[in-house]
């Protein structure tokens, strides 16, 4: 693959932003918002994109809390969000198992943030957009390094299929 390309494809996730906790909007959304307002937001990242179906899957497995009056909340986004970007990289108890864990360990403002921070900066080190990535401290607890390590695959499974889309695109 050529410089060019690769300049391409990082430059085209610069500016990627997933939103804070207090950016996602607290107004309730209904099922087709929520979905469309997900999908935008990782729509840079591939296909990570989730139907109203999936996310009244994740409703009926538990793994989300039921809409109230059909709309759904900023916590119910912030963890589709989560899970829209993770769902590629874990199954459905696995991801059930993650979110169980973040709620006996920390409350979601604190988490949600955390993890957009934390896979935001791999991803523009990945793509090498910055020189360094944040890293756990040796002291993290096994959350935060099963967090992590959810976060690496994630991002390399967006490099891998960038670059082989960019490839596939340059030989036909």
Known sequence: MNQETKQRI?????????PRYHE???VGLYLE??????GGCVSP?????LTGSMISNYVKK???ASPVK???????????IFIAICKSVLSLD???AFLQLQRQSYPLQRAYDYFVREFESLLLFTFELTDTADMFPETSSDGKRLLYTCIIAAVQKVYLEKYLEALTEENS
């Not at 990242?45 to 994109?49: C, E, K």
């Not at 759904?72 to 963890?79: E, F, M, T």
């Open 10 to 18: 990082a430059e085209s996730l610069r500016d990627f932003h997933l």
């Open 24 to 26: 996602i909007p607290d």
């Open 33 to 38: 918002q929520a979905a469309k307002y997900i």
């Open 45 to 49: 990242l591939g296909d990570m994109a």
């Open 62 to 64: 538990g793994l989300i």
């Open 70 to 80: 059909k709309q759904y909340s900023r916590d119910q986004i912030a963890y589709l």
């Open 94 to 96: 696995a991801l059930d």
